[in-house]
């Protein structure tokens, strides 16, 4: 608890870290939002004018009002994203699953356009100095470098994050203020008329309104990163950051208002507003911030992977921990499907201009469903009703807004973003679905039973000793409970005597750290259980976690794990450990439906890619037998079938 609350505490350095891992995406969209909003069109006051008031108040509703202000306080024990809000509400309703689904597959997809248009659009500066410089292989060499070095971890590059998006931000925000100096009367772009004047009144205002959708892209990263800066530095670091983005754009509004009546001709106000003498420097800083942004992107969807591989809706997959600093891992096989992701937008649309119809559509469904998940988290709150039903539908009525106007992409690149978001979310259903139908066969029954038979077993010489301590995995949630294959297993499949039989179940937390055992002594000595609590963010390395709670045990008296041989047992050898898993195979019967049938498809399909179940908890595999279960699905009373003496 104590932890948690350090996490909320303001501080010179958490505001430091805070400018260099949750304000890359949303603080390189000066690089492509304005180009985007004027694109082919004649530059004009009613243009330059209405863009600049939508930026402002979609800054302000959706980056500054729903997420600084209100989703922050959605935090579980210090910890933010859309899997940790699923936690904190998923016992209002069964259904909220989808919604979290759905939003994280979209982030995981905007993972793989995040990196390509803010690096094309900082490389594209050098156009100016080389006009036929081909960027896409530069472009495709600096990802693919970004995607090496995740394997050695970046904690050490994540210290020099701070001081230089401090350095990005500030001069943008310098940048800016040179022009708006010069034109003051700029700011009157703030009233919302201009905005309420462009949405109405001007050609393809559909168009622009996707464009300017753009410049709040990185506020899911404000949410998600929560834990790693703690809510008050994300807060006061915003004034800064807005401050800063505000005056870049009113800045390039003023460039644009100086020469009305012209068109951009694919040049980017962005690097226009810079002084001759400074743009080879403001290239190389937009570069860098570029490179910082997609790195936050990418380290955030590695955390992403993990919350999912925890919470059973993401095939397990292998997570490595590069160093010791909090919230670094990698996750290989994620790393290659993000890069490849990566590899085909930069191939498929080349240049940022085209990326940008790509981009957005998936950060805006994100969006949607977080809407959803924190109205139940205010209603758990116990906020009043009307003051929910009025945040949930402003917000609704303005994210189905945009995606409306962001739905004029899919023709034009946005298909893409629907593809990648539909292949993840089908991998996230398939692997929660497969496991509910799973869950539906597997037998329980009374553990009581079989205490005579288990302790009999224990004791009889005429069995050879199978083990001298057996341990089984139980997805039973009571203690008075057990599958029912557990007990074949010992007592038919081959009769395994040992002499302490263990049974680990781990239940998964909704708190994000919690890391806590329970021990229950079902037949003395002779059966015991243990009860892992661990958080969603918990690595669950069951090896090591049993190891230490049988050490705790033997401290205490509670159990003997010596050798019962009797040529082992005088020099106190501790006895050998082992473990049996069952992999419980999901028979393909006709009295699935046809949807899941195809679930099933897909998981065994899935079931290659990923890993086994003992590497999957940690297990040492040299003292692991895993046996093969299947799940009868078709009873056998409805089978007919006639016997003939000949």
Known sequence: MEKHKNLNRLSSAGLLISLGIIFGDIGTSPLYVFKAIVGDNIISSDLILGGLSCVFWILTLQTTIKYVLIVLRADNKGEGGIFSLYTLVKRRAKWLIFPAMIGGAALLADGMITPPITVSSALEGLNIYFPELPTVPIVLFIITCLFIIQRFGTSIVGKVFGPLMFIWFSTMGVLGLAYVIQQPDIFRAINPYYAINILVNYPNAWVILGAVFLCTTGAEALYSDLGHCGRSNIRVSWIFVKACLILNYFGQG????????????????????????????GIGIATIAAIIASQAMISGSFTLISEAVRLNIWPKVRINYPSNQKGQLYVPSANFILWLGCMVVVLVFQESRHMEAAYGLAINITFLMTTILIG??????????????????????????????????????????????????????????????????????????????????????????????????????????????????ILQKKPKRADVYWLVHVDVRDEPFTNEYKVTSLIDKKLIRIDFRLGFRVEQRISLLLRKVIEDMVKKGEIDIFSRYDSLKKYKMVGDFKFVVLQKVISRSNNLSFMQKIVVDIYHVLRRFSLSEEKGFGLDSSFVTVERVPLMIAETEDITIKRVDS
């Open 254 to 281: 003023v460039w644009l208002l100086q020469h009305q009546g012209l068109t951009l001709n694919y040049q980017n106000p962005f690097y226009l507003i810079m002084p001759d003498w400074f743009l080879v420097y």
């Open 376 to 489: 139940y988290f205010l209603d758990k709150k116990h906020l009043p009703k009307y003051l929910i039903v009025f945040f949930v539908s402003v917000f609704l009525l303005l994210e189905i807004t945009l995606l409306i106007s962001n739905g004029v992409k899919i023709v034009h690149g946005g298909w893409l973003t629907i593809i990648l978001s539909s292949i993840l979310f089908t991998v996230m259903l398939s692997w929660w679905w497969a496991r509910k139908i799973k869950n539906a066969y597997v037998r329980f029954v009374d553990i009581e039973h079989y205490y005579p038979v288990l302790q009999d077993l224990s004791e009889d010489e005429s069995v050879p000793r199978y083990a001298s301590q057996l341990v089984y995995l139980t997805s039973a949630n009571f203690v008075s409970e057990i599958e029912s294959k557990i007990i074949y297993s």
